[in-house]
């Protein structure tokens, strides 16, 4: 069985979990992070094609609202965000995204992201309008978040991942109404080293 829907059906069974008591102590040891770097990889699966992209590169957050993942396969892509920014580089084309409206998709993806880097799962489901189940392996502690309303299309449930010991988000999932899934995963993560502002001036 694919590992994350296992997470998935152990979520929805585990009925006693207190939700909130999890996402504070996420937020909680997030709140020590000031900074993190790693490597990540992203994978794209599209089931109707039965298609799958596989994306890797380096991810730099400076708490509270600076991220950037900074691809090394492609070289050329690159996402940046910051508290009123969404830049995103896919080959030679560059988009940048008005986060005027709160509710537009852009800018709950922006919201998402940078929320999901703090640990702040009650944020996360907030802006997504959204339900919380949870779990604690010891190991990780996983979130499984579902839309409280049905969509036709965009993301309608999303999988969080943290280390149990440190809150360092370990895994991102995003999954589509149409059944495509965006899986961003992180490693090698080390946290409140030195991370020059310059990097986030792309």
Not at 58 to 74: E, G, K, V
Request: aromatic share 8%; net charge positive.
């Amino acid at each position: 069985m694919n590992k994350f829907f296992y997470i998935f059906a152990i979520l929805l069974l585990t009925a006693g979990v207190n939700a909130e008591e999890l996402s504070d102590k996420v937020l909680a040891l997030n709140s020590k992070t000031q900074n993190f770097t790693g490597t990540f990889s992203e994978t794209k699966s599209m089931p109707k094609l039965k298609k799958e992209t596989h994306k890797s590169g380096n991810i730099y957050f400076l708490s509270p609202n600076d991220l950037l993942m900074d691809y090394t396969d492609p070289k050329t892509d690159w996402s940046l965000l910051g508290e009123n920014l969404f830049k995103v580089q896919r080959g030679s084309h560059l988009q940048k995204f008005n986060l005027k409206k709160e509710d537009d998709r852009m800018s709950v993806f922006h919201k998402t992201l940078i929320y999901s880097m703090r640990g702040d799962v009650e944020s996360v489901a907030k802006v997504n309008d959204a339900t919380i189940k949870a779990e604690n392996t010891g190991v990780e502690i996983c979130f499984h978040l579902k839309k409280n309303k049905p969509q036709k299309i965009g993301v309608t449930e999303m999988l969080l991942v943290y280390d149990a010991p440190t809150g360092l988000i370990k895994t991102l999932k995003l999954i589509e109404a149409n059944g495509i899934s965006t899986t961003y995963t992180t490693q090698n993560m080390q946290s409140n080293t030195t991370i020059d502002k310059a990097v986030f001036s792309k």
